[in-house]
Structure formats: structure tokens, C-alpha cells
């Protein structure tokens, strides 16, 4: 399952599937970006971060995509499990700052 | 290790009340970081703090709101005159050294706050 543009806040992925969770960051000056996976009643938990020079990075179970020409960023997770029901953030950082501005966040639910 | 702590876990008040908020980060973490997250939204930035000084109180929204962090360790978010549009959950994040690229901010579970 794939989850496209900023206005489409829910992916449904059948477990065992791939899915890839989309979004556009808004500073061109951005080098820092991280996804962050948050569920229920719980804060967000680091999932995977990636540089500005770089364009691919992966994890265990998770790619993390960035296409600085398009200000896009990627989370593609492997085989989904039930436990990766959650809603997933990316965030980006600027250069000299310390604040992370966070998107919007897009709900995964997994179906068995 | 123990992760970021926060407590109390939900707090409910009243409207014009005060409340305190309190963050024990990860043990050895020099940067500590206050956000509010509102449902469903992302975290937004309200202070960050170096040590013992708040180095960015920028998101802070009013004079209502302040924090300490008096021995560089533990925070306290500290809200005045509560209204009901401070209702929320109050995220605190730790980081090791706080560089100012790629330092990795660890969340705590977050304090949700409920001003009726």
C-alpha cells in the first residue's frame, strides 16, 4: 500500500505487504529528516533518519527515500506486520537549529 | 537503559489554574526539548534547552508558558492561568549533545493535559 501527497492521511496495507508512506517536507534548507513512529497513548519513537547528502538509507524492515529536488521524503517498510500499526511523522531540521518541524502524520492500519 | 520519563501522565484542571509539568530525560542527555501536540496533528516545538539555559524559548505561544530546568537535568513546564485551548499532550524529547545537525531526539511518553 502507498500513501500519497499531504492530504491523505490513512494507508491500509494487508500484513505481509510493503508500504510506503509519503511526505513532502517544506524547507528547501532542511538536512536533517527523520520518520517517527507513533502509536496510542505513547510519544514518538525514532524509526530511521537520513542526511541531505544522501538519498537512500536503510534500517531493518525500512528504507527511507529523499529527493531533495522535489522536497520529498519516503518510508517504505518490508513485510508489515500488525505491529506496525501506528501513525507515522516525518520531520525535517534546518541547518544550526535544534527544533524538529514535524508533518502531519499518516495513520497506518494493518489488516490481517 | 531508562528512557524519557514524564509525569504525571494525564493531568486534568480547571480552567485559570496553574499547573507543572515534569521531564526526567535519558541520563547523560545535555539537550532536553519541550513540544505540544495537539490531536491529530504533529509535535510543535515550544523550548529547547542546552544545560541549564533555555538556548530557544521561540515556540513558547504566550507569557503564560515557562520552563526550568535549574541543574540541567530534570524540566519543568510550568503554564499559568490554564485555558482550554492549552488542552494537549506535552511531549519532552532528550538528546545527547545537542549538535546542530543530526543529533537523535528521544521522546517520553508525553503528559496529556485536559483544561475544562
Known amino acids: 500500500g502507498e500513501s500519497v501527497g499531504l492530504h491523505l492521511p490513512t494507508l491500509s496495507v494487508q500484513e505481509g505487504d510493503n508500504s510506503i508512506i509519503n511526505c513532502a517536507y517544506s524547507?528547501?534548507?532542511?538536512?536533517?529528516f527523520i520518520w517517527y513512529k507513533q502509536e496510542s497513548g505513547k510519544g514518538p519513537q525514532f524509526i530511521i533518519d537520513i542526511r541531505s547528502n544522501m538519498d537512500k538509507r536503510q534500517g531493518q524492515r525500512v528504507t527511507v527515500l529523499l529527493n531533495k529536488t522535489v522536497k520529498h521524503l519516503s518510508l517504505q517498510i518490508a513485510a508489515t506486520q500488525p505491529g506496525d500499526s501506528a501513525v507515522y511523522f516525518c520531520?525535517?531540521?534546518?541547518?544550526?537549529?535544534?527544533?524538529?518541524?514535524f508533518g502531519a502524520g499518516t495513520t497506518v492500519t494493518v489488516r490481517a | 537503559g531508562a528512557g524519557v520519563s514524564q509525569t504525571p501522565s494525564n493531568k486534568v484542571t480547571e480552567k485559570g489554574k496553574y499547573v507543572e509539568l515534569r521531564c526526567d530525560p535519558i541520563s547523560g542527555h545535555t539537550a532536553l526539548y519541550w513540544y505540544r501536540q495537539s490531536l491529530g496533528q504533529g509535535p510543535e516545538f515550544l523550548i529547547y534547552?542546552?544545560?541549564?539555559?533555555?538556548?530557544?524559548d521561540s515556540g513558547l505561544p504566550n507569557d503564560r508558558f515557562f520552563a526550568v530546568r535549574p541543574e540541567g537535568s530534570v524540566s519543568t513546564l510550568k503554564i499559568q492561568r490554564t485555558e482550554r485551548g492549552d488542552s494537549a499532550v506535552y511531549l519532552c524529547a532528550s538528546s545527547l549533545v545537542a549538535s546542530a545537525s543530526t543529533d537523535t531526539q528521544y521522546f517520553g511518553p508525553g503528559t496529556r493535559l485536559t483544561v475544562l
Open positions: 534547552f542546552q544545560g541549564t539555559g533555555a538556548a530557544d
Open positions: 524547507n528547501s534548507a532542511s538536512d536533517y
Open positions: 520531520a525535517e531540521k534546518i541547518p544550526n537549529d535544534y527544533k524538529l518541524s
